[in-house]
């Protein structure tokens, strides 16, 4: 009797422990997204004292993006070879040295060198709290990415009032300062209790509407398939509108001459920018867990093709209706919702195909193409100079969002049945082996 209930007992230590890391993943997660989805609230100010100029400024966020991606391949490197522990460690010093660095920038190159350090250390954290879901998880890959990554989209709507508020009251200079260090500290001391799976601890892979490969692909073997290059395309495609409107949303709202006038809704009453980022970084962060589950019970593919054409619309719509207040307000917490669901499901998608052995390099390699996606930032706010006005803007993103919808089912799906076709399903096997 003693021995099978320690035998019971150890069979349900694992269950347990991974949901702790899942939830040390996303305190972590929480932590880090003010360095993208706080830094629309810093751009005015910094243009108003330097007269550096929007579209300069945002080279700092295409900067950030950059390092932040480009550099995650490597950083899972050391994952999947020394363990999540000090890459997060690290990874959280460098988030707080850099805004620290950008509270005392006074030129675009010292602001570039800050947006960079940031961006490494962004992408340290983000890269491996992700994959290390992925490891954990085989059973339920699509939720378990999209809570991890629901940390990054959301973790900031509890910070956006007071980041506004201390802007407002001190300077975006401390702004940049007090809550760099702080978020930096939570990530250092978050990271001393993560670890991977150890043999055995992961569960079995559940067979259904997902597929699963035995085979664990290296990353060299992944970037020769073309799989691979669809979802990166794909992802480039989506990635690109959602960082335009992340990146310029204050200027947007600005430019319409709504920021400021009050709007009430659901009992609240809030300016209209302040608003939209609350709600935006909420539906940002609910759509993750929302669309991997989905997406874990319907098809990766299929849930691309909703979600994306979705985002399409939206984006669509917004840029008609969105110099109301209220319909600004609501149509883009509506586009963040069908947006960020990209965290989780091509993560997922990346893990199905290649496999759980090499998941944080190879999940890493494919998030490169967010970096990539931010590039095309700084070429919006050049649009939009162009052109007087944000509307050709909007209608682009919805152009990428709908080509990726399309390519979703038309593409994607079919040559991922044909793969999935040539290599065994995980049956009886265990992820982590």
């Not at 019971?8 to 997204?33: D, E, F, K």
């Not at 947006?115 to 250390?121: D, E, H, M, R």
């Not at 759509?287 to 909703?306: C, L, Y």
């Not at 080509?403 to 995980?426: E, F, G, Q, Y």
Request: charged content about 10%.
């Amino acid at each position: 009797m003693e021995m099978s209930m320690s035998a019971t007992s150890q069979s349900m230590r694992p269950a347990g422990v991974r949901w702790v890391m899942l939830v040390l993943g996303i305190i972590c997660m929480s932590m880090i997204a003010n360095l993208q989805y706080g830094w629309t609230l810093f751009v005015g100010p910094m243009d108003t004292k330097y007269h550096w100029g929007r579209a300069a400024i945002q080279v700092a966020f295409s900067v950030f993006v950059l390092t932040e991606t480009w550099l995650v391949p490597i950083e899972g490197w050391f994952v999947d070879h020394f363990g999540p522990k000090i890459v997060v460690l690290i990874g959280g010093a460098l988030c707080a040295i850099g805004w620290v660095i950008n509270s005392v920038s006074d030129s675009l190159t010292l602001l570039y060198v800050g947006a960079a350090v940031g961006g490494i250390g962004a992408g340290a954290v983000y890269g491996t709290c992700v994959g290390n879901a992925l490891k954990w998880f085989s059973d339920r890959r699509g939720l378990a990415a999209g809570l991890t990554a629901a940390g990054f989209g959301a973790g900031s709507m509890l910070t956006i009032i007071p980041i506004q508020g201390m802007i407002s009251a001190s300077g975006y200079e401390k702004a940049f300062l007090y809550f760099g260090i702080g978020q930096g500290i939570i990530v250092c001391i978050t990271s001393l209790f993560l670890r991977a799976p150890r043999a055995g601890e992961a569960p079995l892979a559940k067979t259904g509407a997902v597929k699963q490969t035995a085979r664990q692909y290296t990353p060299i073997e992944m970037v020769q398939s073309p799989i691979f290059w669809v979802m990166y395309a794909m992802f480039v495609l989506v990635g690109a509108g959602g960082l335009m409107i992340t990146a310029n949303l204050a200027p947007i709202a600005n430019d319409f001459k709504i920021a400021a006038i009050p709007v009430s809704l659901v009992g609240i009453t809030l300016p209209a920018l302040t608003f939209a980022l609350s709600i935006d970084r909420l539906l940002n962060g609910v759509t993750r867990p929302f669309f991997g589950w989905v997406s874990d019970n319907i098809g990766r593919e299929n849930t691309m093709f909703i979600a994306f054409g979705f985002e399409a619309v939206g984006i669509w719509v917004l840029s008609i209706f969105g110099q109301d207040p209220l319909s600004f307000v609501i149509l883009s917490g509506l586009v963040f919702f069908a947006w960020g669901e990209i965290y989780s499901l091509f993560p997922s998608t990346c893990t199905d195909t290649y496999g759980t052995k090499y998941a944080t390099t190879n999940a890493g390699l494919l998030y490169t193409a967010k970096g990539t996606a931010s590039l095309l930032v700084p070429l919006g706010n050049v649009l939009a100079s162009y052109t007087g006005n944000w509307h050709a803007v909007f209608i682009v993103a919805a152009i990428m969002n709908l080509v990726a919808s399309l390519a979703a089912i038309l593409v994607l799906k079919p040559m991922r049945a044909a793969h999935n076709a040539s290599i065994p399903a995980t049956g009886a096997m265990r992820a982590a082996e």
